[in-house]
């Protein structure tokens, strides 16, 4: 099992940045498909980035060209490098990882993100 502890999140205005961090105890990051979902108020929780244990990223359509997702091998984490926030990137965003399977099954509790008009 890996405990996964997102930080970074608060509140920024409009056109901002934020660095979210996502760390994990229990095994490495370090070759294991991590992603960062978020979940707005009233809506489903939703896909926003990944990265594959060979450093493949993805990203969802609504922050390409604004996030980016890379690997801190030295620390075990995995960081999304948030650039021109808007308000509807509001949301709790959350870290996870393929443990057991291809799907993400291991999550953390999440970081708050309030981005200001």
């Known amino acids: 099992q890996v405990q996964l502890v997102e930080s970074g999140g608060g509140l920024v205005q409009d056109g901002g940045s934020l660095r979210l961090s996502c760390a994990a105890s229990g095994r490495t990051l370090n070759n294991i498909a991590t992603g960062w979902f978020r979940r707005a108020p009233g809506k489903e929780r939703e896909f926003v980035a990944s990265i594959g244990w060979s450093d493949f990223t993805k990203y969802a359509d609504s922050v390409k060209g604004r996030f980016t997702i890379s690997r801190d091998n030295t620390k075990n984490k995995v960081l999304l490098q948030m650039n021109s926030l808007k308000p509807e990137d509001t949301a709790v965003y959350y870290c996870?990882?393929?443990?057991?399977?291809?799907?993400?099954?291991?999550w953390g509790q999440g970081t708050q993100v309030t981005v200001s008009s």
């Open positions: 996870a990882v393929q443990m057991f399977s291809n799907e993400f099954d291991n």
